[in-house]
């Protein structure tokens, strides 16, 4: 994994292969939604990389022993609506006590700005870890807006996990909130006109559920 200011880019072989099925035009909504599943399980595992452990006592079939289990840390996923859906079901794969809350967001046609419909989060979110999925990050204002809320709320130590993000994107995100750690599968440079990420994968929701 590539490591710069807080940011972390998954080079491994496993996922770079699976991005580029999922960049691919021919792949199909139920390929593209299990590819977003297996990214986000193995994603899942570098993300966690730093969760507090505690030692326990428990019995082998040999003997009494003491072993390592995660701390009590609360923590929850929270996806953007739509897209960030498609991320949950592999991160609870790996991460089954999480709770999930839900931001919806959409960005606006004309103005590409977020607009919120929906807000319901876990009632402790301030004592939780929060890890916020939505395989993408373009001009940023979506992740920035769903950042803030989850600020409102209390929440403190927040993780981004995208799939694709674009430079810009990383960029204002962590103008806006520098402690925001940012985990992705590959960043790409260009935003087209229409605020795509190009080369991108093209629209997530759309794929995901096929409403295009
Ligand atoms: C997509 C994507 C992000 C957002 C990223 O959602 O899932 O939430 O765009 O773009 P940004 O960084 O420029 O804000 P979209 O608004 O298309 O909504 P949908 O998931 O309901 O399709
Ligand atoms: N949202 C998407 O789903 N794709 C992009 O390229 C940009 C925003």
Redesign the pocket.
Known sequence: MEQDNNVFIFNHPLIQHKVTLLRDIETTSKDFRELTEELSMLMAYEVTRNLPLKEVDIETPICPTKAKKLADQKLSLVP?????LGMVSGMQKLLPHARVGHIG???DHDS?E?VEYYCKLPADISESEVILL??????????IAAVDFLKMRGAKNIRWVCIIASTY?IEVLHKEHPDVAIFCAAVDKVLNED?YIVPGLG????RLFGTK
């Open positions: 953007i609506l739509r897209a960030g967001l959409y960005r590409h977020p939505d395989p993408m990050l373009a001009t940023g204002g979506s992740a994107g605020a629209d997530a929701g759309d």
